[in-house]
Every structure is written in structure tokens, then in C-alpha cells.
Nanobody, 125 residues
Framework: QVQLVESGGGLVQTGGSLRLSCVAS??????????MGWFRQAPGKERTFLAG????????YYADSVKGRFTISRDNAKNTVYLQMNSLKSEDTAVYYC????????????????WGQGTPVTVSS
């Protein structure tokens, strides 16, 4: 079982930036074997995929809504995945979750077996 803890959320003005972090841990766990993803859930809406990074080569994939503004990266030595968010908009307001998947990167919510508790992001104008 993998435990995930997100941090870095908060209040930011429109056009600003935030960097989210997610630290992974577990008893028998090799971070580099896991594909990692970031999702978000706004009030009253479904949890949706934003960005993912594969195990191994670290290939990345983004939802159209954040492509060009958000960047996902990972540091396998620190068991950490990051989400750099730039040019934030009010519609980016949500709770942001990281997720881990043992195996290749997929983008569906149900394909990820481990989730963090979420970190809230509020973008104000």
C-alpha cells in the first residue's frame, strides 16, 4: 500500500503560480515503479484527470484544460511528484489530488489505486 501526502495548495490571485508536491511512502514500495497522476475536484463536480507522468522514462500527458500552463515532474530519489501551475484562472479552483498507479500510465480515475487526501487551491480575481 502506498501513502500519498500532498502539500502546496493555498490562495492565489488570478495569473499567479503555485507548486504542489506529493510525497509517497510505503513499507514495500519502489516509487520509480509507479506512474503518478494529478487530478482535481471542484465543488459539485467530478474528479478529473489533469496530468500524468510515467514510470521509467517520465513521459508526461496533460488534459487540454491545463496543457501549456501546468507541468508535472517527479524526483524518484525523493519519492516526490510535483505539479507546477502557472497562469492560474478562477476555474482552476478545486481540491487537487495526487494518485499512484503500479504500472504504465493511464489517465482514468479508476486506474489509480492510491490517493492522497487532497490539497485545496483557491484562485481569486
Amino acid at each position: 500500500q502506498v501513502q500519498l501526502v500532498e502539500s502546496g495548495g493555498g490562495l492565489v490571485q488570478t495569473g499567479g503560480s503555485l507548486r504542489l508536491s506529493c510525497v509517497a511512502s510505503g513499507r514495500t514500495f519502489t516509487f520509480s515503479n509507479y506512474a503518478m497522476g494529478w487530478f482535481r475536484q471542484a465543488p459539485g463536480k467530478e474528479r478529473t484527470f489533469l496530468a500524468g507522468i510515467s514510470r521509467g522514462s517520465g513521459s508526461t500527458y496533460y488534459a487540454d484544460s491545463v496543457k501549456g500552463r501546468f507541468t508535472i515532474s517527479r524526483d524518484n530519489a525523493k519519492n516526490t511528484v510535483y505539479l507546477q501551475m502557472n497562469s492560474l484562472k478562477s476555474e482552476d479552483t478545486a481540491v487537487y489530488y495526487c494518485a499512484a498507479r503500479l504500472g504504465p500510465l493511464l489517465t482514468t480515475k479508476g486506474s489509480f489505486g492510491s490517493w492522497g487526501q487532497g490539497t485545496p487551491v483557491t484562485v481569486s480575481s
